[in-house]
């Protein structure tokens, strides 16, 4: 079975965001697990919330991926967006000094 | 170097402030996107796969080592602690945040440095050979006339909404390491019987989806007219270049349709208007730029050093190193020394924070204080002492960038393909990393002689698949990435556009396809001086088609 859910990219910061509505509020998170598919919601109430999300200046150009259920969890249908959901697939570059600076500042 | 004059820093710090304020109001929401968009990719700044990507440009692929030192300050204090070097010889970041794009912008004026044109339908940062000044088999220096192409293109009032990008290379050597040949404008130095310095001026060359070899329009053109020439050329592209399709939108493909002599026509009669314009330069206007770029004060060094000469009886590794990744230098008791961002560990082209601030620091303590960005994705320490390089080796070493692979096959050129890219159909990184990993073995990468191996993720070539060697072009079938590979591609003198061999590859047989190409090169070859093209040239597809595919 194939669902949909909404994507787009953050303003500020630019990481790709899920829309995630709990309790009947729209939030735009960056853990794809918690993005809110059509199985749950219509994909009118999806599209409004994307939808003010860019008037609300939150997000930018939300569009929607396939997803379909795994062992009752959603995953991608398109490797395009699997990647997206997950980041670069090869090993990122990184060194001691800048290892600090990162957990540092976390 | 060229060093900004009072006016350079007042226009770049006008330029960061204005888009402060334009970030400003799009956060507040005063702009909305589609009027934003503009304004944030005249600064360098895309919205990519998975965050906004700003490149900075490297003018022709000069950089201080403050500069660097400030790369690295950006890598990791506003990205993720490294940065991607790109064909453009410019530095790529994949993380930045919107709100200090700004600040990263701040940072960057305050080393004369910037992000303007590196993206948009405009004259893009110009690119030249990483051996210029230095090499030997030069005819003259080109980075004066790339430093005027730059003056003259920034903010270009006429030329800031062409019907596509515009990239220009310049050459001023015999032996061409700027891929002359498949730029919009590509232009050598040579000289003519009389011993007058003047251009060869190739138009119409480019990759992607149809990839074109440049079209030589003028075979001299008196260095003078550089400026008038290019504004002739870049009239008749405005006004004559498709804008109503974006894939037949750059110069090549007017050129083609035109017709060579009739595009010559063109440009030649428009030519007629300016050419004694004030555009045309004056000796004292291309002497006020050299100056910018005289020789350092070398030293009179002998060309022979007995402890190097020891060290490279001993020490293999450092043999192996010394012949692949050094080049002659036109001063005696120098060198030029290759930087390798070609390791197993890192995905070709990124360099760390930590890696940058090193090199920053060997090119003050080896290298005059400069550092040079080529377009096959490496650094280039121009003018090391032969007395210097075992040091230097051992420093390179230990920081992973003294892989000994220059110009060979795990010298691999990819783009960031599906793993950063919003056009990607296809990884390449993973791809490049399998093939880094299969032929690691250096007795073997170092029989096959100087041969090059391109990745690009979709058709845009922007990992200049094309003109390789060997080429590797991701697409995607029916949700599957799967591998075209072509051969017999050159971006040197004797450019040439590869041909498909035959159906793809997928991801796990592409690797073993480059596997096959490389034996039916090595039992076809005539002697180990027969190098990968020349065979293929003299042999053809046949062969490697018969083995592929049986």
């Known amino acids: ?106 | 170097m060229y060093q900004y004059s009072q006016a350079d820093h007042q226009l770049l710090l006008e330029r960061v402030t204005q888009f402060r304020d334009q970030v400003e109001r799009r956060l507040k929401g005063d702009l909305s996107e589609e009027e934003f968009k503009n304004q944030r990719l005249r600064n360098g700044l895309y919205l990519q796969l998975h965050a906004y990507m700003l490149r900075v440009a490297v003018p022709y692929g000069l950089l201080s080592s403050e500069q660097m030192r400030t790369l690295a300050h950006i890598a990791r204090r506003y990205d993720r602690g490294y940065g991607h070097f790109s064909t453009r010889q410019n530095i790529q970041y994949n993380w930045p945040k919107l709100e200090e794009v700004p600040e990263i912008l701040d940072a960057l004026a305050a080393v004369e440095m910037h992000a303007i044109q590196t993206s948009g339908n405009c004259i893009r940062n110009t690119t030249s050979d990483p051996l210029a000044g230095v090499a030997r088999d030069e005819i003259a220096d080109p980075r004066p006339y790339c430093e005027l192409i730059r003056q003259w293109s920034t903010f270009h009032p006429e030329f800031n909404f062409l019907p596509r990008k515009f990239k220009i290379a310049v050459s001023g050597a015999i032996h061409d390491r700027a891929a002359v040949a498949v730029h919009d404008i590509g232009l050598r130095l040579v000289k003519n019987d009389a011993g007058e310095l003047g251009l060869e001026v190739y138009v119409g060359g480019g990759l992607g989806r149809t990839p074109m070899i440049g079209k030589l329009v003028r075979d001299f053109l008196p260095v003078h007219d550089m400026l008038t020439y290019m504004e002739a050329i870049l009239r008749v592209y405005n006004q004559l270049g498709r804008r109503d399709n974006l894939y037949k939108a750059r110069i090549k493909i007017l050129v083609h349709e035109t017709g060579e002599e009739k595009f010559r026509e063109l440009v030649e009669a428009e030519w007629e208007n300016i050419k004694a314009s004030k555009l045309r330069l004056r000796d004292e206007d291309i002497d006020a730029i050299r100056a910018h770029f005289k020789d350092p004060e070398y030293e009179d060094l002998a060309d022979f050093d007995e402890t190097f000469d020891q060290h490279l009886l001993t020490d293999t590794d450092f043999a192996k190193w010394v012949d692949n990744n050094l080049e002659l230098h036109k001063k005696s008791g120098y060198r030029v020394v290759y930087l390798s961002l070609k390791s197993p560990d890192q995905p070709p082209g990124d360099v760390t924070a930590d890696q940058m601030d090193s090199i920053a620091d060997l090119a003050d303590r080896y290298s005059l204080g400069q550092i040079r960005s080529t377009h096959r994705q490496n650094l280039v320490l121009s003018d090391v002492k032969l007395t210097d390089l075992y040091e230097l080796w051992q420093e390179l070493k230990n920081l992973g960038l003294a892989t000994p692979n220059y110009n060979h096959l795990t010298d691999i050129i990819a783009c960031p393909g599906m793993d950063y890219c919003s056009l990607a159909t296809a990884r390449s990184l993973p791809i490049a990393q399998a093939l880094t990993d299969r032929f690691e073995n250096y007795d073997y990468v170092n029989d096959l002689g100087d041969i090059s191996l391109n990745i690009s993720g979709c058709i845009n070539a922007c990992g200049h698949h094309h003109v390789a060697n060997i080429g590797i072009l991701g697409v995607n079938k029916k949700g599957i990435e799967v591998y075209q590979l072509t051969l017999g591609g050159s971006a040197r003198e004797d450019a040439a556009i590869g041909k498909i061999i035959g159906p793809a590859f997928t991801a796990d047989e592409i690797v073993g396809a480059v596997g096959t190409v490389l034996d039916v090169y090595l039992q076809n070859r005539e002697d180990e001086e027969e190098d990968f093209l020349t065979t293929y040239r003299r042999i053809g597809q046949a062969p490697f088609k018969e083995q592929l595919y049986g």
């Open chain 1, 1 to 106: 079975m194939t669902y949909k859910i909404y994507t787009a990219s953050l303003l500020k910061e630019g990481l790709v965001a899920y829309l995630s509505l709990r309790d009947g509020e729209a939030v735009w998170t960056t853990d794809f697990t918690n993005a809110t598919s059509t199985e749950q919601v219509a994909e009118e109430t999806l599209k409004l919330e994307a939808d003010r999300g860019e008037q609300n200046n939150i997000i930018v150009g939300p569009y929607t991926v396939d997803v379909t259920s795994e062992d009752g969890r959603l995953v991608p249908l398109e490797n395009r967006e699997r990647i997206r959901a997950g980041g670069p697939t090869i090993k990122l570059p990184i060194s001691g000094k800048t290892k600090q600076h990162t957990q540092a500042a976390a």
